[in-house]
């Protein structure tokens, strides 16, 4: 199985600050990554696809790069609703597996 | 608009079998290209994919699981579902079932949390 690999495990922001959160997989999965964000008691969001496409009706402050085997989320300008947990998915090759995410916590 | 919605018993016994459904609307599972999975979360962890069925009656497993997992579906009920044998503690889960398309998951359900204890 694919490895993916989150850091940091956690983050303290404050409003306005710019985010980014790698992941790093344990082998080339080209494009096939999806970022998602997960609110307390709630289910994941998909927030974006094939590593850099927005999913409709995200906010453009989110954005999503890289390629192979190190992928980038990135917040720019923190927003009070983004204090979330956030996944890495690759979907290269079956099993699909999940990073063990990112907490983004208020600093 | 879709919508999934999973059900089924939210306390079994080690070593019993759960059985869980989800069912779903505003898209049909005969669609080519549409499948549905299902996804797992411990109290505080992290997600662990679990199964998924395509639009052709295509399966996938989670590779350690594999041999305590079914996936199957009722296409004329909008519902797919996943059967656990052997269930134990370590199970304790919430339980989502989420559409995917293009090998993403866009729409998932509320999720089911699953018990395991005597």
């Known amino acids: 199985d694919i490895q993916m690999t989150q850091s940091p495990s956690s983050v303290s922001a404050s409003v306005g600050d710019r985010v980014t959160i790698s992941c790093r997989a344990s082998q080339d999965i080209g494009s096939w990554l999806a970022w998602y964000q997960q609110k307390p008691g709630r289910a994941p969001n998909v927030l974006i696809s094939?590593?850099?496409t927005l999913q409709s009706g995200v906010p453009s402050r989110f954005s999503g790069s890289g390629s192979g085997t190190d992928f980038t989320l990135t917040i720019s300008s923190l927003q009070p609703e983004d204090f979330a947990t956030y996944y890495c998915?690759?979907?290269?090759?079956?099993?699909?597996?999940f990073g063990q995410g990112t907490k983004v916590e208020i600093k | 608009q879709v919508t999934l919605r999973e059900s089924g018993p939210a306390l079994v016994k080690p070593t019993q079998t759960l059985t869980l459904t989800c069912t779903f609307s505003?898209?049909?599972?005969?669609?080519?290209?549409?499948?549905v999975s299902w996804i797992r979360q411990p109290p505080g962890k992290a997600l662990e994919w679990l199964a998924r069925?395509?639009?052709?009656?295509?399966?996938y497993y989670n590779t350690s699981l594999k041999t305590r997992l079914t996936i199957s579906k009722d296409t004329s009920k909008n519902q797919v579902v996943l059967t656990m044998t052997n269930m134990e503690p370590v199970d304790t889960a919430t339980y989502y079932c989420?559409?995917?398309?293009?090998?993403?998951?866009?729409?998932w359900g509320q999720g089911a949390l699953v018990t395991v204890s005597s």
């Open positions: 998915q690759q979907t290269d090759s079956f099993p699909p597996t």
């Open positions: 989420a559409r995917t398309v293009t090998r993403t998951s866009d729409y």
């Open positions: 069925i395509d639009w052709d009656d295509d399966r």
């Open positions: 505003g898209f049909s599972l005969t669609t080519t290209g549409m499948c």
């Open positions: 094939a590593a850099s």
